[in-house]
């Protein structure tokens, strides 16, 4: 995190669910008011970061089931219709015809991996290895929203002691102005008097209004945050802040970020990140190995062209005349007449069905796939799978060097905070001791309204001051105990 500025939790009030659809829900306890964690919870489950992250983990799910799915085998089954015109083959007889014909096929098939370089037990594993990832990623997002929540509720707090503060001012000025005007009736004071006084009620105002404006903002941004309709009447319970010095620090930052670097669910996640990298690279080194499968068909055939023989008949066409000689020298002729006869087949319809059933053909076999040279593929893959898992590493530190630097950020901010209420308390105190006595100076006209106004506003800044270090080291000390794992409940 950053250094606090001067209005640190004004400035962390943020927006987070813009444009959102809403939940018109009334708050879980039905009291009409919101605790803290009432509104953490809701937004664990309603916000739209959340609910996209949990989406995400879904998808990982998916995943890790397709890949155990991919070492069954595979089924496929088709079919085809064909009207041929002109010359074709005929799919029965393979014999070429030219006519017009309706042809038909039937087939399935199913095969079966044996070895494919161990890439499916890979991909098993880096996908097991991503789901457990997504899984802590989903529970980060539900931190991140966490402290998002607990920011803007605390902002909330601080921006309502801001305008009991703004009132009270008010309240004495008007009070002030009230008595300057019966001194000024009576001729014991001038009138610039009454004008300084009005002049500084105007301004009280003016601060007052402007505080409730900022706590309508901080209200939007946790109804926002909550996913919440704008229009909805919304509150929060107003729990008891303690002070800081009842409440000191007794744990250092290197603790602190030794328990979180340990628990914390965006580290947890980097590291299942790298160890799903290193799967991938054994994926892509899979492409090396041969592939090996079994596989197995059936298909049958159909033609309207083809008929189903019953057998042949002879059939005799008269007779042909047919001479043999009796010696070698061809010189005495034998005569005889020799029938024609041809054979034709005697055939019927051949039906659809019956075609399917007797034209089943059937096959079963082994497939073996070498890797020769693919354009080293395969090794440009092994490479791009190496940097990315050198990235994923990267991630993994820089993710722990924010952590680090957050923690730390945290706690230098308690401490100064710390310090900067103690001194501000004394501040306050001493402010409040010479505004009591301005007021009674101010009464006897030893002092003019502009000397008062100055040591009012003394006590109003020491007052804001005090109430934004109480705020700011709260805020701190609840992101360490959110880094130690510890209930950040009010």
């Given at each position: 995190m950053k250094k606090s500025s001067k209005f640190l939790l004004l400035a962390l009030g943020l927006s987070l669910a813009t444009g959102s659809v809403a939940f018109a829900q009334q708050d879980p306890s039905g009291d009409?008011?919101?605790?803290?964690?009432?509104a953490v919870n809701y937004a664990r489950e309603k916000n739209l970061r959340v609910q996209q992250s949990r989406l995400n983990k879904k998808l990982s799910e998916v995943d890790l089931k397709q890949s155990r799915f991919e070492r069954l085998p595979s089924l496929n089954a088709g079919g085809n219709y064909t009207f041929n015109s002109g010359s074709f083959q005929n799919p029965v007889t393979f014999g070429l015809l030219t006519q017009n014909a309706q042809t038909a096929s039937i087939q399935a098939s199913t095969s079966l991996p044996v070895?494919?370089?161990?890439?499916?037990?890979n991909q098993i594993k880096q996908n097991l290895l991503e789901l457990q990832a997504s899984e802590q990623e989903?529970?980060?997002a539900q931190n991140e929203v966490t402290l998002d929540v607990v920011t803007s509720y605390l902002n909330i707090l601080f921006v309502n002691e801001q305008i009991d503060l703004a009132e009270l001012q008010r309240e004495l000025t008007r009070q002030q102005l009230e008595r300057t005007r019966i001194l000024f009736k009576a001729g014991s004071v001038a009138e610039n008097a009454v004008l300084d006084?009005?002049?500084?009620?105007?301004t009280?105002?003016?601060d007052l209004i402007t505080a409730q404006n900022q706590g309508d903002i901080a209200r939007l941004n946790l109804v926002q945050l909550l996913n919440l309709p704008a229009g909805q009447s919304f509150d929060i319970v107003i729990p008891e802040i303690p002070e800081p010095d009842k409440n000191p620090l007794l744990i250092s930052a290197n603790q602190v970020y030794d328990v979180a670097v340990q628990t914390l669910p965006e580290v947890i996640a980097t590291d299942l990140r790298i160890l799903s990298a290193g799967k991938a690279i054994d994926v892509?080194?899979?492409?090396?190995?041969?592939?090996?499968s079994l596989f197995a068909g059936i298909n049958s055939r159909y033609s309207n062209t083809t008929d189903f023989v019953l057998g042949r008949e002879t059939v005799v066409e008269g007779f042909r005349e047919q001479t043999f000689f009796l010696d070698e020298q061809g010189q005495e002729p034998f005569v005889v007449f020799v029938p024609n006869v041809s054979f034709r087949e005697i055939s019927e319809d051949y039906p659809i069905i019956d075609q399917f059933?007797?034209?089943v053909g059937k096959q079963v076999g082994v497939s073996l796939q070498v890797p020769v040279f693919n354009g080293l593929q395969v090794r440009s893959s092994v490479e791009r799978a190496k940097i990315a898992q050198q990235n994923a590493q990267l991630n993994a530190e820089i993710t722990k060097n924010n952590l680090r630097q957050t923690i730390e950020q945290a706690y230098v901010d308690a401490l100064a905070a710390q310090r900067r209420f103690l001194a501000a308390k004394e501040q306050v105190a001493a402010a409040q001791k010479?505004?009591?006595?301005?007021?009674?100076r101010l009464n006897n006209g030893v002092i003019n309204t502009i000397d008062y106004n100055i040591v009012a506003n003394s006590l109003r800044s020491a007052q804001s001051s005090l109430i934004q270090a109480k705020y700011d080291y709260f805020f701190k000390l609840k992101v360490l105990d959110f880094y130690q794992g510890k209930d950040i409940s009010l």
């Amino acid at each position: 995190m950053k250094k606090s500025s001067k209005f640190l939790l004004l400035a962390l009030g943020l927006s987070l669910a813009t444009g959102s659809v809403a939940f018109a829900q009334q708050d879980p306890s039905g009291d009409g008011k919101w605790s803290l964690e009432e509104a953490v919870n809701y937004a664990r489950e309603k916000n739209l970061r959340v609910q996209q992250s949990r989406l995400n983990k879904k998808l990982s799910e998916v995943d890790l089931k397709q890949s155990r799915f991919e070492r069954l085998p595979s089924l496929n089954a088709g079919g085809n219709y064909t009207f041929n015109s002109g010359s074709f083959q005929n799919p029965v007889t393979f014999g070429l015809l030219t006519q017009n014909a309706q042809t038909a096929s039937i087939q399935a098939s199913t095969s079966l991996p044996v070895f494919s370089g161990f890439q499916q037990v890979n991909q098993i594993k880096q996908n097991l290895l991503e789901l457990q990832a997504s899984e802590q990623e989903y529970l980060s997002a539900q931190n991140e929203v966490t402290l998002d929540v607990v920011t803007s509720y605390l902002n909330i707090l601080f921006v309502n002691e801001q305008i009991d503060l703004a009132e009270l001012q008010r309240e004495l000025t008007r009070q002030q102005l009230e008595r300057t005007r019966i001194l000024f009736k009576a001729g014991s004071v001038a009138e610039n008097a009454v004008l300084d006084l009005e002049s500084q009620y105007a301004t009280d105002e003016l601060d007052l209004i402007t505080a409730q404006n900022q706590g309508d903002i901080a209200r939007l941004n946790l109804v926002q945050l909550l996913n919440l309709p704008a229009g909805q009447s919304f509150d929060i319970v107003i729990p008891e802040i303690p002070e800081p010095d009842k409440n000191p620090l007794l744990i250092s930052a290197n603790q602190v970020y030794d328990v979180a670097v340990q628990t914390l669910p965006e580290v947890i996640a980097t590291d299942l990140r790298i160890l799903s990298a290193g799967k991938a690279i054994d994926v892509a080194k899979g492409g090396y190995y041969p592939r090996v499968s079994l596989f197995a068909g059936i298909n049958s055939r159909y033609s309207n062209t083809t008929d189903f023989v019953l057998g042949r008949e002879t059939v005799v066409e008269g007779f042909r005349e047919q001479t043999f000689f009796l010696d070698e020298q061809g010189q005495e002729p034998f005569v005889v007449f020799v029938p024609n006869v041809s054979f034709r087949e005697i055939s019927e319809d051949y039906p659809i069905i019956d075609q399917f059933r007797d034209l089943v053909g059937k096959q079963v076999g082994v497939s073996l796939q070498v890797p020769v040279f693919n354009g080293l593929q395969v090794r440009s893959s092994v490479e791009r799978a190496k940097i990315a898992q050198q990235n994923a590493q990267l991630n993994a530190e820089i993710t722990k060097n924010n952590l680090r630097q957050t923690i730390e950020q945290a706690y230098v901010d308690a401490l100064a905070a710390q310090r900067r209420f103690l001194a501000a308390k004394e501040q306050v105190a001493a402010a409040q001791k010479n505004f009591n006595n301005a007021q009674l100076r101010l009464n006897n006209g030893v002092i003019n309204t502009i000397d008062y106004n100055i040591v009012a506003n003394s006590l109003r800044s020491a007052q804001s001051s005090l109430i934004q270090a109480k705020y700011d080291y709260f805020f701190k000390l609840k992101v360490l105990d959110f880094y130690q794992g510890k209930d950040i409940s009010l």
